[in-house]
């Protein structure tokens, strides 16, 4: 009789195992499928336009080349971005405390966005001060960055690539704390230069985005 027994209490477990596995295994398959599919679908009204998306990449590149052969006037138009997008941000805010009933939280909402349009107004007014701002930031920001990146790496597993994750914390810590040795010097062309290696990599990713479209149809 324990035989019996024996066989009729593992083969349910054996079959319920299968089942999961046979289950999990189409649903994955499915899942793959469909997102394949949604994917090509999204696509192919691109590959008609993927000369007007290497154009684009094109613009991006020059518009990098040019920024890079003048990171001063580069970094300027970069302050006024921001300065335009904090006083965007300012209205947004003040707009949004005249939806809230609460008189505390509409307070603190007025209070944030005035902040906001001043620092905007700030921007324009000076915008070497506001440079010189937004670098030591940057700067602190990457140094931070850095540190949490090498320390995160240690806390990963063997067999994870985690001296990639390192390696990565060390170039991002010491970009970090070349920017802030040479500020205030380094705000005078830093996010110039970080703007015009952004429009050249987005713009060459573009250009080859478009490309790949090409050989697609």
Known sequence: MMPKYVVWHVEPKVLTFSK?????TMSNVMSSTAATSLTASEIEPLRAKWGWIVALGIVYVIAGFV???????ATVATVFIVGVMMLI???????NAFQ????????????????????????????????????????????????????????????TPWLWVVLSGAITLLLG???????PVSSLYILGLFLGIDLVFAGTSWIGIGLGLRKAT
């Open 20 to 24: 999961i596995v046979f289950f999990s």
């Open 67 to 73: 920024a890079l052969g003048s990171v001063l006037m």
């Open 89 to 95: 941000s300012g209205v947004a805010e003040v707009i």
């Open 100 to 159: 809230i009933r609460t008189w505390g939280k509409f307070l603190l909402w007025v209070l944030l966005g005035i902040l906001y349009i001043i620092a905007g107004f700030v921007t324009f007014e000076n915008p070497l001060l506001a440079a010189a701002v937004l670098t030591l930031f940057l700067g602190a920001t990457l140094v931070v960055s850095g540190i949490m990146r090498i320390i995160l790496a240690f806390y990963m597993k063997h067999k």
């Open 177 to 183: 704390l070349i920017i802030l040795s040479h500020w």
